[in-house]
């Protein structure tokens, strides 16, 4: 690994397993975010469905198994592309997250923000950011940085929360600065210089409980609900649950054939440096 760090880097130095920047950069995210999420990954439909989304594109898409996760949490999505075989390396700003990370057994950590790190340019092959970009204020010039580190011809993948309509006071607690189409998001990509391969909605019917039960309760107060974990947790539901499977293995289907969904709350995207 310290001969691989070497050669996408020169400013990050080892300190008990895990690569440091030599310079900070503040983030938009919540400080006790990494931790309320540690909590409800492992139940989490949620996180569960979208690792699967996430999986199945990459494994369509990608050549060289070779990821970089930007801001990649407490490692749940790259646990998973590890055990896909996909060699991860994971940057992500927050302490907290990378040491839930080397919990769950990650090795290849690096605790900056992308432009802490000063990647060398066209040195690394695929680049992950799931939901990362809502969290950027400067979507196209971070995108724009992305580019820049990206090898020839180098893959992006992306999530992100869709529709404004669907803001809600969780956005903001989240330190989110935006919700996407895929209208939106592939105009962004292309202005920043990339090719689109292949974009998608999934959580196909998540839009309706989340306007009913987030966006129209927000608009009576600016107080965070609170029911993040409740909300996320896997439910036995009997006949619910079951629909609810057969519309996600649906949805995981359609992905590995390289087929779109054309309605839900969040977007996958995949990109290509030209």
Known sequence: MKKY??????NLILKDEIWFSKDKTEI????????SCYQIEENSFWFKHRNNCITSVI?????KKVLFDIGGGNGFTSLALEKENIETFLVEPGIEGILNEKKRGLKNLICSTIQDASFKENSI????????LEHIENDIGFLKDLYQVLDNEGKLFITVPAHKVLWSNEDDYAGHFKRYTIK?????????GYEIEYSTYFFSILPFPIFFFRTIPSLFTK???????KEQKQHKAGKLQNILDKIWEKEILLIRKGKKISFGGSCLIVAKKK
């Not at 494994?59 to 050549?63: G, H, K, S």
């Not at 939106?184 to 920043?192: D, H, S």
């Not at 107080?223 to 974990?229: C, D, R, T, V």
Request: aromatic content about 10%.
């Open 28 to 35: 938009s995210f919540p400080h006790e975010g990494h931790d």
């Open 223 to 229: 107080k965070n609900n609170g029911n993040l974990e």
């Open 184 to 192: 939106q998001l592939n105009k962004i990509l292309i202005k920043a």
């Open 125 to 132: 092959p695929n680049i992950g950011i799931f939901d990362v």
């Open 59 to 63: 494994n369509l898409f990608m050549t």
């Open 5 to 10: 760090i070497n050669f996408v880097s020169t």
